[in-house]
T-cell receptor
Framework: KAGVTQTPRYLIKTRGQQVTLSCSPI?????VSWYQQTPGQGLQFLFE???????NKGNFPGRFSGRQFSNSRSEMNVSTLELGDSALYLC????????????FGNGTRLTVT | AQRVTQPEKLLSVFKGAPVELKCNYS??????LFWYVQYSRQRLQLLLR??SRESIKGFTADLNKGETSFHLKKPFAQEEDSAMYYC?????????????FGKGTHLIIQP
């Protein structure tokens, strides 16, 4: 099976802009989670979607949002970008979400200037 | 809120020596604990989880609820074990609720 695919791999945006990141889970996986990784804070949970519904959300401002489509592909959107949003954004999928291990993508490296 | 602490940012040991990567957690309930590993230029991947009670690549980890620890151990380190290791906690199984990660330990195995 193909692994979790994230696009694009790299992004450079300017403060105030918005950005959309995409994640294609492993075929058959219905749960998609998003994480932010920074040198200072490490890996932090953003949110999780299962069957097009957000089931869990981390402690991030409303500028961070996401959605999941009927084919389980997911997008994450960040509006009004701030310099502190520069990070590696990781997507992970699992088969059921509960009790199943996470499979991570390679991430999207976002740089905000 | 739950927390995971990995006290060592960097751990360097010689090949053939024992390895122990420390992980302590704080959570009042019964969490599920994981170790994830990231080898150079590879994606983050699951190494093992405490409910499986298995040994992966020679690594084992025992959940000690009294000490709230989940240390990762290997009796004889190999050069291919060099990687970033992350301890993670889930409060409802699997991690879809959102894993809480430690900051990671960079393990370097010297020849």
């Amino acid at each position: 099976k193909a692994g979790v695919t994230q696009t694009p791999r790299y992004l450079i945006k300017t403060r105030g802009q918005q950005v959309t990141l995409s994640c294609s889970p492993i075929s058959g996986h219905r749960s998609v989670s998003w994480y932010q990784q920074t040198p200072g804070q490490g890996l932090q949970f953003l949110f999780e979607y299962f069957s097009e519904t957000q089931r869990n959300k981390g402690n991030f401002p409303g500028r961070f949002s996401g959605r999941q489509f009927s084919n389980s592909r997911s997008e994450m959107n960040v509006s009004t970008l701030e310099l502190g949003d520069s990070a590696l954004y990781l997507c992970a999928s699992s088969s059921s979400g509960t009790g199943a291990p996470l499979h991570f993508g390679n991430g999207t490296r976002l740089t905000v200037t | 809120a739950q927390r995971v602490t990995q006290p060592e940012k960097l751990l360097s040991v010689f090949k053939g020596a024992p390895v122990e990567l420390k992980c302590n957690y704080s959570y009042s309930g019964s969490p599920e604990l994981f170790w994830y590993v990231q080898y150079s230029r590879q994606r983050l991947q699951l190494l093992l989880r405490h409910i499986s009670r298995e040994s992966i690549k020679g690594f084992t980890a025992d959940l000690n609820k009294g000490e709230t620890s989940f240390h990762l151990k290997k009796p004889f380190a190999q050069e291919e074990d060099s990687a970033m290791y992350y301890c993670a906690l889930s409060v409802s199984g699997g991690g879809a609720d959102g894993l809480t990660f430690g900051k990671g330990t960079h393990l370097i195995i010297q020849p």
